[in-house]
């Protein structure tokens, strides 16, 4: 295991990350999945609110033609999650002035209800075993602060989430050992720091900046999986490593939190 751990600062690590995130959004795969993102729909705070109430796990939705378009078909039977658009008139008294006269209902879908064409990710489950255990001592950190862990089937592109109301961690459980540590202490995180949030993104970015600062001082590499993870979040590079300086403390503090779990205790010390 390595040695990272005992070191409460994990600036070396932060500073790997704000590396990674850099090179990953220099390049030509990065432009390729922002082209591709480009594509949807940014929805409303009360479309959002509207779509995690009919399909907790919805990650990328949108509309039946949208999706013919990016060569993906909705599968029969599936149910649709309804959305308010807005009706837009012409105001013939003013050149080209758009007027909203009221919404109506329309029907989007999640990605996990269509098949087709893969979608570009520059997020890749990491693969590899926990011979260590370590899983399972990342289940008792998260019972230390009152969390339950319960193994679950997300379906699509979900790993995992956090439940603050009901003190419950929920971890995708066909993924590989390896992507189920980094989910986790991603979610602990979640669990210590964000009961209350502003920034949805500034959280997602605070918890698997976190995540892999634990990984990685645990001897997992998640950089597959966590630059792209923060960059697409954050915005891309730039902002990516401008809001990991501004939360470096809380990361590190967070990451501290967790490790200790894997400190030797001070009898072992003194057996050694």
Same mark, same amino acid.
């Given at each position: 295991?390595?040695?990272? =751990?005992?070191?409460?600062?994990?600036?070396?690590?932060?500073?790997?990350?704000?590396?990674?995130?850099?090179?990953?959004?220099?390049?030509?795969?990065?432009?390729? =999945?922002?082209?591709?993102?480009?594509?949807?729909?940014? =929805?409303?705070?009360?479309?959002?609110?509207?779509?995690?109430?009919?399909?907790?796990?919805?990650?990328?939705?949108?509309?039946? @033609?949208?999706?013919?378009?990016?060569?993906?078909? /909705?599968?029969?039977?599936?149910?649709?999650?309804?959305?308010?658009?807005?009706?837009? =008139?012409?105001? #013939?008294?003013?050149?080209?002035?758009?007027? /909203?006269?009221?919404?109506?209902?329309?029907?989007?879908?999640?990605?996990?209800?269509?098949?087709? %064409?893969?979608?570009? *990710?520059?997020?890749?489950?990491?693969?590899?075993?926990?011979? !260590?255990?370590?899983?399972?001592?990342?289940?008792? #950190?998260?019972? @230390?602060?009152?969390?339950?862990?319960?193994?679950? &089937?997300?379906?699509? @592109?979900?790993?995992?989430?956090? #439940?603050?109301? %009901?003190?419950?961690?929920?971890? &995708? $459980?066909?993924?590989?050992?390896?992507?189920?540590?980094?989910?986790?202490?991603? &979610?602990?995180?979640?669990?210590?720091?964000?009961?209350?949030?502003? $920034?949805?993104?500034?959280?997602?970015? &605070?918890?698997? $900046?976190?995540?892999?600062?634990?990984? +990685?001082?645990?001897?997992?590499? *998640?950089? @597959?999986?966590?630059?792209?993870?923060?960059? $697409?979040?954050?915005?891309?590079?730039?902002?990516?490593?401008?809001?990991? !300086?501004?939360?470096?403390?809380?990361?590190?503090?967070?990451?501290?939190?967790?490790?200790?779990?894997?400190?030797?205790?001070?009898?072992?010390? +003194?057996?050694?």
């Amino acid at each position: 295991m390595s040695n990272y =751990y005992k070191n409460n600062n994990h600036s070396e690590l932060i500073e790997k990350l704000s590396a990674g995130i850099a090179g990953l959004t220099s390049s030509t795969e990065w432009q390729h =999945y922002l082209d591709f993102q480009s594509r949807f729909h940014r =929805y409303s705070y009360s479309n959002t609110l509207l779509i995690a109430a009919q399909r907790r796990d919805a990650s990328q939705v949108a509309g039946f @033609s949208a999706w013919r378009k990016l060569n993906r078909s /909705v599968r029969k039977g599936e149910k649709a999650i309804w959305i308010l658009a807005p009706i837009i =008139y012409h105001n #013939v008294d003013l050149d080209d002035d758009k007027v /909203v006269r009221g919404f109506k209902w329309i029907a989007v879908f999640d990605v996990t209800q269509t098949d087709g %064409e893969g979608l570009p *990710s520059v997020c890749n489950r990491i693969d590899g075993e926990d011979a !260590k255990g370590i899983y399972v001592k990342l289940v008792e #950190v998260a019972e @230390s602060i009152g969390f339950t862990v319960e193994d679950h &089937e997300f379906g699509g @592109s979900v790993n995992g989430d956090c #439940v603050h109301r %009901e003190h419950l961690i929920r971890v &995708e $459980s066909r993924n590989s050992p390896a992507q189920r540590i980094k989910t986790l202490a991603h &979610e602990i995180t979640h669990a210590i720091l964000h009961e209350d949030f502003d $920034s949805r993104p500034l959280a997602e970015l &605070e918890a698997e $900046s976190t995540a892999y600062v634990v990984c +990685q001082a645990l001897g997992i590499d *998640s950089s @597959s999986y966590s630059f792209g993870y923060v960059a $697409s979040w954050s915005g891309g590079g730039e902002q990516a490593i401008a809001g990991i !300086k501004a939360s470096c403390e809380r990361i590190q503090k967070t990451a501290a939190i967790i490790l200790r779990a894997f400190e030797p205790s001070s009898a072992g010390q +003194q057996a050694a």
